[in-house]
């Protein structure tokens, strides 16, 4: 990261305006930083809490995508020039990925004449946070952004706004303790623990693993049946590996695969092959 960037994130201020810069950096880049391909079929919305979320195709791209988790947030932290992502969520969306819209953030509209008017010395004290910055036009600029972002912290802190109990950000009047946006990445963590859970035993039922993880049984059958679409697919199209071969059939039949039967391994992988 060179030193005019820096200088940029330092006047974003918040770690939000900071996330923007970043995720306008790694649109920018995604293409080289992940495939043409990949990239036609995943699209980069937005970092939160160091969490970059991914809007997919598909199922099969998602687990696709999944196993490249380390590659991404290593090329992404490359591209950004710091530790801006330690982990990637994918949620599956329409095929049109880049005009899909459901995981922005929603606003809290002001009116210009509900800001609040800032004193003396909050204005100067912007002002010199904004030295670093040599040219003129850009400094000036800066002050302009940074002046809407108190006018408007103030109304909210004034309106007694109530805040998220886990990231701080003022709620709307829907929102109980927790911001949307907070509960849906609560949702992530949970599926990305279920995921988890049926990498190491693919025969777990929901049952099962209540007795080692609540989680709601909607959340599991979404996350088995992603991973049962992009292994059966790969089976179907013969492009799976003998391990993954066994883990989707222990999948399907949901046993531990020395519980399988020959027959009963080579008709799965017959019924899969078909569809």
Request: with cysteine; glycine share 2%; net charge positive.
């Amino acid at each position: 990261m060179n030193e005019i960037e820096k200088t940029i994130l330092k006047m974003l201020g918040t770690k939000e305006n900071q996330n923007k810069y970043h995720i306008y950096k790694i649109k920018q880049e995604w293409k080289n930083l992940i495939g043409n391909s990949p990239a036609d079929n995943c699209y980069p919305v937005k970092i939160e809490r160091r969490v970059l979320f991914l809007n997919v195709n598909n199922s099969v791209w998602a687990n696709q995508l999944m196993m490249l988790k380390n590659t991404i947030i290593k090329r992404v932290n490359e591209c950004v020039g710091c530790e801006a992502i330690k982990d990637v969520r994918f949620t599956i969306v329409s095929k049109n990925i880049k005009k899909s819209n459901f995981t922005e953030q929603k606003e809290i509209k002001i009116k210009q004449e509900e800001y609040e008017s800032l004193s003396s010395e909050e204005l100067a004290n912007i002002k010199n946070s904004l030295n670093d910055i040599e040219d003129e036009k850009l400094r000036e600029k800066f002050f302009q952004v940074k002046v809407k972002q108190e006018q408007r912290k103030k109304y909210l802190e004034k309106k007694k706004n109530k805040k998220c109990k886990i990231c701080g950000t003022f709620l709307f009047e829907d929102e109980d303790e927790t911001c949307l946006n907070c509960l849906r990445e609560e949702k992530e963590e949970i599926k990305g623990e279920i995921f988890n859970f049926l990498k190491k035993e693919p025969w777990i039922n929901f049952k099962a693993l209540q007795k080692k993880f609540k989680c709601d049984k909607m959340l599991y059958d979404v996350v088995k049946e992603n991973m049962k679409a992009y292994y059966f697919e790969k089976i179907k199209y013969k492009e799976c590996s003998k391990e993954e071969q066994d883990y989707a059939v222990s999948l399907k039949l949901e046993k531990p695969l020395e519980e399988v039967t020959a027959t009963e391994y080579e008709n799965v992988l017959k019924h899969l092959r078909k569809k």
